[in-house]
């Protein structure tokens, strides 16, 4: 069976376990529309920041994300 050949320091060790507890996704509430998105990304009606920048991609994806957080709340 395969061994380390050096012991692992602590330092790497929590750097490896840094993810294993990870929180909820970040989510944002976009201001103009009030609608659910991943933070730094386009809502699903295609508002950034307040300003329409593409054309409307509802996906149902993210209708199930709207769904799951309104329940969260």
């Known amino acids: 069976m395969a061994a380390g ?5 602590s330092s ?4 490896r376990r840094g993810h294993d507890f990870m929180e909820n996704i970040a989510l944002a ?4 529309t009030g609608e659910y998105h991943l933070r730094h ?5 295609g508002v950034y920041k307040g300003k329409k920048v ?3 991609r509802v996906i149902g994806s993210f209708n199930n994300m709207n769904l799951l957080c ?3 709340k």
């Open 29 to 32: 509430i976009e201001t103009t």
């Open 41 to 45: 990304h386009i809502s699903p009606f």
């Open 70 to 72: 309104n329940q969260l």
């Open 12 to 15: 790497k060790q929590g750097k």
């Open 5 to 9: 050949q050096n012991k692992k320091s």
């Open 54 to 56: 593409a054309k409307s």
